[in-house]
C-alpha cells in the first residue's frame, strides 16, 4: 500500500467519524430538547395543582392575603408554593391529596 492510498483510508476514517459524531450531536439535541419539553410540561402541571389547590382554599381573606405576601416575600417556585399551602391550610382533600 503507497503512502497516498494510506493517508486516504485515514482521511476516510475520519471523515466517518466525524459523520458519527455529527449523528450523536443530532440525537444529544433531540434529547435535550426532549429535556426542554418535559420540564415544560411538569410547570403546566405544577401551575394547574396550584390552580386548583388556590381554588379550593377555605382560608379567611386575611390569610389568604398573608400567603401571597409570604410567596412573593420568598420568591418561592410553584413547588413551594404547594409546600406553604399546605402549611397555611385548606380543605381536607387538599391536605389529604398533598400528605398533611
Not at 16 to 26: C, P, T
Not at 28 to 39: G, R, W
Not at 58 to 66: D, G, Q, S, V
Amino acid at each position: 500500500m503507497t503512502t497516498k492510498e494510506k493517508i486516504e483510508v485515514k482521511e476516510k476514517k475520519i471523515e466517518e467519524i466525524q459523520n458519527k459524531i455529527k449523528k450523536e450531536e443530532e440525537k444529544i439535541a433531540d434529547f435535550k430538547e426532549k429535556v426542554k419539553q418535559l420540564k415544560i410540561e411538569i410547570d403546566q402541571i405544577t401551575n394547574e395543582e396550584i390552580k386548583n389547590s388556590l381554588s379550593e382554599i377555605e382560608a379567611e381573606p386575611l390569610e389568604f392575603i398573608a400567603l401571597i405576601k409570604e410567596m412573593k416575600k420568598q420568591q418561592l417556585n410553584p413547588k413551594d408554593t404547594l409546600d406553604l399551602l399546605k402549611e397555611m391550610g385548606g380543605n381536607t382533600e387538599i391536605n389529604k391529596e398533598y400528605g398533611a
